[in-house]
Every structure is written in C-alpha cells, then in structure tokens.
Antibody, heavy 119, light 109 residues
Framework: QVQLVESGGGVVQPGGSLRLSCAASGFTFSSYGMHWVRQAPGKGLEWVAFIRYDGSNKYYADSVKGRFTISRDNSKNTLYLQMNSLRAEDTAVYYC????????????WGQGTLVTVSS | SYVLTQPPSVSVAPGQTARITCGGNNIGSKSVHWYQQKPGQAPVLVVYDDSDRPSGIPERFSGSNSGNTATLTISRVEAGDEADYYCQVWDSSSDHNYVFGTGTKVTVL
C-alpha cells in the first residue's frame, strides 16, 4: 500500500532554514508527480509546491516562491522541500502528497511534519 | 486568484443527510475534488472529478457540480463522519495553482 512518511520538521528562528523529507513506498515513485501542502495551526489547507515525476518542472505558490525549493531523488524514493528565509507565517504542518497520474488532485497524503518558526 | 467559498459549519443528526457546498465562479466548468480531515490526521480523498469515489470510500459519499456551486453529499450520516471537509480545484488560469476551499466542519448531533 502507498506510504508517505515526512520528517525534518522542528523549531527554527525567523530567517533560518530547514529541509523536509518525504520517504515514499508502495508505488513506483519515479512515475508520479509529488506535492507539498501545508496547514497552519487551526487553519485550512494551502498548496505549496509541485514537482513532475522526473523533476523536469517545478511549480510554487506565490507565498513561497524564491524561498522554497522542491526536489526529489528517484533513486532513494524521496521527496524534499528546502525552506530558506523562514517567516512566522510559514509555521504549519507540512504534508507531502502524491499526484495520481496526470490528474490535478491529491490521492495519497503523508501524516505531516510540524514546522514552527519562532524566536 | 480563484476563490472557493464553503460554509464554516454544518450540523446533522445521525441517519440524516449532510450537504456541503463549495462556491466558485463558474465552478461547473472545473473538476472538483473533496477531502475529509479528522482531528490530528492527514486529509483523505473522498470524491474526485466531481462525483467519483476512490476505492474504500462508502457509497454514502457523493458529489455534484453545476453552475457556480459544487456539493458534497453525505447520506445516512454516522458519528464517524464528523470531520472537516475541503473542496479543491486546479486553477488553469494561473501557473499550476491548486486551490482549496475554506473548509466546513461537519458536526454530528
């Protein structure tokens, strides 16, 4: 069965950096696009970034463009999110989510990892 | 940017029908997807492409989409259906923008 396990969250000061990882199993990772979606405490869902199955194209929400970088290592079945210049408003649970083939929704989600930006 | 509006809350008695709306400009021209999120858990896809159900999702969950409103309907509501529900579309007018609705808390009385 599909499993997505995020890691790397924690407490970081404003202006700092953090790298999240998402380990995938139960499907052919190299064949599917992948997303990061976040949820601030008590708030709704916000899409963050998408990367195509082969890493050839990457897309970002305006709120993180220029600060966050999505990447993947298909040999390790792992998705990454490098977060730089972190702000208090980046505090959220970050989920990785799988894209089903060519369709524009999220069919499987990880359990999430909490990032807290605070001094 | 494209905006999806949901009612903040819906209350329903067990065994009755809950209807959750998702409003957006000409949303009927887009594919709408719905997610269920229970407290402390990750979202789960319950309806995709307006009205299709992933395997393992009960037939009690159904969807429709027309005009400016999409609707998720939960029939014969059970206590275990109490959760937050989010609609979602892909806004093709901007560069790869995935839009979520504001979310609806369903309370089973």
């Amino acid at each position: 069965q599909v499993q997505l396990v995020e890691s790397g969250g924690g407490v970081v000061q404003p202006g700092g950096s953090l790298r999240l990882s998402c380990a995938a199993s139960g499907f052919t990772f190299s064949s599917y696009g992948m997303h990061w979606v976040r949820q601030a405490p008590g708030k709704g869902l916000e899409w963050v970034a998408f990367i195509r199955y082969d890493g050839s194209n990457k897309y970002y929400a305006d709120s993180v463009k220029g600060r966050f970088t999505i990447s993947r290592d298909n040999s390790k079945n792992t998705l990454y999110l490098q977060m730089n210049s972190l702000r208090a408003e980046d505090t959220a649970v970050y989920y990785c989510a799988k894209r089903p083939s060519v369709f524009e929704y999220f069919d499987y989600w990880g359990q999430g990892t909490l990032v807290t930006v605070s001094s | 940017s494209y905006v999806l509006t949901q009612p903040p809350s819906v209350s329903v008695a067990p065994g009755q029908t809950a209807r959750i709306t998702c409003g957006g400009n000409n949303i009927g021209s887009k594919s709408v997807h719905w997610y269920q999120q229970k407290p402390g858990q990750a979202p789960v896809l319950v309806v995709y492409d307006d009205s299709d159900r992933p395997s393992g999702i009960p037939e009690r969950f159904s969807g429709s989409n027309s005009g400016n409103t999409a609707t998720l309907t939960i029939s014969r509501v059970e206590a275990g259906d109490e959760a937050d529900y989010y609609c979602q579309v892909w806004d093709s007018s901007s560069d790869h923008n995935y839009v979520f609705g504001t979310g609806t808390k369903v309370t089973v009385l």
